[in-house]
């Protein structure tokens, strides 16, 4: 048990991996196929990306999501750690059932709820749909998710760090910027990484609450796979697999040395 | 910063210590005074209308039990809790209200709360740098302080390359930097383990006379107050038991509390039969029956219940009843002994069921000891060894 | 200190505000516009409450209030009754699946080396980085009667090249695209609270002869049971409101409450009838939802 893996587990690991990737694995290949038909391999080729690049109904709504997603992650990460910080340090206040209700809600609530609801408030208040009501959408659903990823690294901060910090003469303000927002800062860009994919993914919010000429990439992908398979959308959804790929995998690489680096300076410290 | 730190002593710390009781000088004025404070924390009282004088110059400790409010009375003084009653100065200036940053008080965390992202030298820069301090003035008071602890060598290094002492000598260093009117200190050797705990009790002591500074120590362990402190508070459920320098603690307690928190000790119920200036009698029924006699002021009359207190080292164990003394004399038999190397602790069973611990220095390198299990033994003290309590 | 009131407070007030507005306020108008009635116009329905026209109007109102919709949409006639259930059901088996494919993945990666776990768990989570859209997609090319899956079969000669299985457009390809989209949600929780586990309570109870298997039931299940619920719930409660995957993978006869309310709302215009059935599709998952953020709450706010 303590010592490697039972056949048993290795199994199931493979087993569950293999079904996890084997999907993506056949989208990429296949956005290399020669022929238009998707499920007939013809050889290499890398047409379809080259048609991508001419195709400007496709490139305009990656740019318009690309800016929602930042425009969105970036206000959704500092709201949502605003609500991490008042849940995990404000104890007990008034309201605070609805407020974590209102944090934790949004994480399972089903998108066509959130989306059709986000829509009648932009009718009631006659707001002009379209670019920015996608992004005030897209905050208002990603900040609960940056909260909960604040959140978990919240509870484990030691506060006597703080408590340090104005001992020794610092304003609580300032304590936050030089102790406090450094040190969780890793948990904070990971909470903007996951708002800003989460928006980049979404198609049933942003397809409520757009309006005349703001059409993001899911929704023209999701337009065109109503219509069938076909080795463009095989190559864009490519090319956005190999972005996160590298992101996310730079990203833990990056983590995983500091550890590596951080855990040897321990021992170095314990032993001399 | 008038604390007059600059000047370094050249007297040994025996010299001072031995001259030092500003508590005894009805003239002096405190530089920490708690009026009548209490602390509540919903229904649970963690203070209960407490008033205490801390005297500059004072290592003071705060000794008790977890819970018993210890770190509460600490904490209000750095501003981190508000008093839900009661007055709190600072070297004459109230200090309720005013927030912790504010505050001449520095502290050193039981966890050192040291900035991760920090350099050994940003930590000990950090609270300089509040306080606008020049660039110069900065570095040579960081670099003063590196000495201090005896860590030059390790500016540039991060917390987490540090040991486990060292960590704690930057916490140090930092709460120091800033000159506070009075250190606090929480548990703060309680990571360390035991031979290194030792020794930096002394560096603690050295650091405080040579600064002349006021500290103030929380702790839970009995002989790191008693090595450091010059007087100790003993607390329980947010009252002071007994405020007295280390060997007025231990050799006369105010009560069976501190007694027994404070060191081993045997305790045996008794009725006072006489009571005279500078001696009282009284009556056991365990051993035998015994006459004891302890010389000291008691205000209690006869018939009254009191309570012997005798520490195991005082208690003397023969083979022979001790034919020169009449009282503090008891019968039993040996029923444990365990060996410690330096001395024995002879648990002796008093006829009537109540167990005394004897310690006797192992003064020879005999294995085999005169006395051993199931031996009929007498245990016995001298008059001014045991001391009465009456709570 | 009043300073630093005024900061604790403004730094409530923000995130408070922004969610009470764009998302509680949100659903009292879902609601509202549930009771009035459909018009044509922009917006496509009459309000009910016109808050300018003082408390008569607003009294005069409720007793207006129209529950048309909501007998509409709670008619035998008209197949909602049966999108709700028939949600409810395609969402429960799934994540039954899903906790039957999540639980040996996950108590696999737990019980596996430390040095190799961190990579585990990044591999679990980077398809979930990827977008959901995309990886529901895949699987059309996969299951379509000419897809890979088919041709593979083929191939293999277990079925003959003029009978495909029709797997796409069917309920089992929707409950593949549930399990497949949602199961790093499910091994998440359940590989946190397996990784948790003391591994000396299995070795303990080795030693007081509880053979392996009984000490799975008696020790490690038990134990893994909040991972357990957070992971079902995690995954239930969307599940239940689904549109893409079943919109995609699943046929015409699939019917999913997120479908019936999408076509509602887009294809028919009946903003009132797609409020009605969302203030529904809310009341079934309200319990659900509740539970769930008594099990958040507790993992988050535990000091």
């Given at each position: 048990m303590r010592k490697g893996l039972s056949w048993f587990n290795t199994t199931s690991i493979v087993l569950g991996f293999a079904f996890l990737y084997l999907p993506i694995l056949l989208l990429v290949i296949y956005s290399f196929n020669a022929s238009r038909l998707v499920t007939v391999w013809a050889g290499f080729s890398t047409e379809w990306y080259w048609k991508l690049l001419q195709n400007d109904q496709l490139l305009e709504a990656a740019w318009v999501t690309l800016r929602v997603a930042f425009i969105s992650a970036s206000v959704a990460t500092v709201l949502g750690t605003l609500a991490a910080i008042a849940l995990t340090r404000y104890g007990r206040f008034n309201g605070r059932m609805l407020f974590s209700g209102m944090v934790y809600a949004p994480l399972v609530m089903p998108e066509v709820i959130t989306g059709l609801s986000l829509l009648l408030l932009f009718v009631a208040v006659n707001f002009d749909r379209g670019f920015w009501t996608i992004t005030l959408a897209h905050i208002t659903f990603t900040m609960c998710f940056v909260s909960v990823v604040v959140q978990s690294r919240l509870v484990t901060f030691d506060r006597s760090l703080e408590e340090a910090a104005l001992d020794l003469g610092c304003p609580p303000l300032k304590t936050f910027f030089v102790v406090t927002l450094p040190i969780i800062l890793p948990a904070v860009v990971s909470g903007w990484m996951l708002a800003f994919t989460l928006s980049l993914d979404d198609l049933v919010i942003a397809s409520f609450t757009t309006g005349p000429g703001a059409t993001t990439l899911p929704m023209r992908i999701y337009s065109q796979v109503r219509l069938g398979v076909t080795p463009e959308i095989n190559a864009i959804c490519t090319i956005m697999i190999g972005i996160v790929t590298v992101v996310v995998v730079l990203a833990s690489i990056i983590t995983k040395r500091q550890e590596v680096a951080r855990e040897r300076a321990e021992r170095l410290a314990a032993a001399g | 910063m008038s604390t007059g730190v600059t000047e370094k002593t050249q007297t040994t710390i025996g010299g001072i210590r031995r001259k030092f009781a500003p508590w005894t000088d009805p003239a002096a004025v405190p530089l920490i005074r708690y009026e009548n404070v209490s602390k509540r924390f919903g229904e649970f009282t963690a203070v209960d209308n407490l008033s205490l004088d801390i005297y500059e110059r004072e290592f003071f400790a705060l000794l008790g039990p977890s819970g018993c409010g210890k770190t509460t009375l600490m904490r209000m003084l750095a501003g981190f809790e508000d008093p839900t009653e009661g007055r709190i100065t600072l070297a004459g200036q109230?200090?309720?209200?005013?927030p912790p940053y504010k505050r001449q008080t520095n502290m050193m965390f039981q966890s050192y709360?040291?900035?991760?992202?920090?350099s050994v030298w940003d930590n000990i820069a950090f609270g300089l740098k509040q306080d606008r301090m020049g660039k110069g003035d900065i570095t040579a008071r960081v670099e003063e302080m590196l000495k201090l602890v005896k860590l030059e060598k390790f500016a540039k290094r991060k917390p987490h390359q540090l040991s486990g002492g060292q960590r704690q000598r930057v916490a140090l260093a930092r709460s120091l930097a800033k000159r506070p009117k009075v250190l606090l200190l929480d548990e703060p050797l309680g990571a360390l383990d035991k031979k290194l705990r030792e020794e930096t009790q002394f560096e603690l002591m050295d650091i405080q006379m040579q600064l002349g500074m006021t500290f103030l120590i929380v702790t839970h362990d009995q002989e790191e107050a008693m090595t450091v402190a010059d007087r100790i508070a003993v607390m329980d459920h947010g009252k002071l038991i007994q405020v007295a320098p280390p060997a007025v603690i231990y050799e006369q307690p105010n009560s069976r509390y501190v007694a027994d928190f404070v060191g081993d000790v045997n305790i045996i119920e008794a009725k006072v039969e006489t009571v005279a200036p500078g001696n009282v009698s009284l009556y056991t029924g365990i051993g035998g029956g015994a006459k004891l006699s302890i010389a000291q002021n008691v205000e209690a009359k006869p018939g009254d219940t009191a309570f012997v207190a005798i520490r195991p080292e005082k208690v003397r164990i023969d083979v022979d009843p001790p034919a020169w003394q009449e009282a503090n004399c008891l019968r039993g038999e040996v029923w444990d002994i365990g060996y410690l190397g330096d001395l024995s602790i002879y648990h002796v069973e008093l006829e009537g069921g109540v167990r005394i611990k004897a310690a006797k220095p192992n003064l020879t390198r005999m294995v085999e000891r005169p006395i051993t299990w199931e031996d009929k033994v007498w245990v016995s003290w001298l008059p001014d060894s045991g001391v009465v309590l009456t709570r | 200190m009043a300073a630093k009131a005024k900061g604790r407070w403004l730094v409530l007030a923000v995130p408070y505000l922004w969610l009470l507005v764009l998302f509680l306020v949100p659903f009292l108008i879902v609601f509202k516009i549930s009771l009035s009635q459909d018009a044509?116009?922009?917006?496509?329905y009459e309000p009910v409450f016109d808050l300018a026209a003082g408390w008569d109007a607003i009294t005069d109102a409720f007793s207006q209030l129209n529950f048309d919709n909501y007998a509409y949409v709670l008619?035998?006639?008209?197949e909602f009754i049966e999108a709700y259930g028939s949600s409810l059901w395609i969402a429960g088996i799934s994540t039954l699946l899903l906790l039957a494919v999540g639980y040996p993945i996950a108590y696999g990666m737990a019980r596996a080396p430390k040095s190799i776990r961190p990579t585990l768990l990044m591999l679990v989570i980077l398809p979930f980085w990827t977008s959901f859209l995309i990886r529901v997609y895949a699987w059309i090319g996969i299951l379509s009667p000419e897809g890979l899956l088919n041709q593979l079969l083929i191939a293999l000669g277990i079925i003959s090249p003029d009978a495909p299985l029709q797997i796409l457009a069917t309920d089992t390809a929707v409950y593949i695209g549930i399990v497949y989209s949602y199961l790093p949600f499910m091994i998440l929780p359940l590989y946190s609270a397996l990784e948790k586990m003391d591994e000396t309570l299995l070795e303990a109870a080795a030693d007081l002869g509880c053979p392996p298997f009984a000490a799975f039931w008696k020790i490690t299940w038990p134990l893994s049971l909040p991972g357990v619920f957070a992971g079902c719930l995690l995954c239930f409660i969307p599940a239940v409101g689904e549109f893409v995957i079943p919109d995609l993978l699943?046929?015409?006869?699939?019917?999913?409450i997120g479908k019936v309310l999408w076509t509602e709302f887009s294809?028919?215009?009946s903003w009132t009838v797609s409020s009605a059935v969302a203030v529904l599709l809310l009341l079934v998952l309200v319990v659900p939802i509740v539970f769930y953020q008594n099990v958040q709450a507790k993992e988050m706010e535990g000091r």
């Open positions: - | 109230d200090i309720v209200g005013m709360a040291l900035f991760p992202h920090m | 044509i116009a922009q917006p496509p008619s035998w006639d008209n699943g046929g015409s006869d699939t019917m999913m294809v028919n215009r």
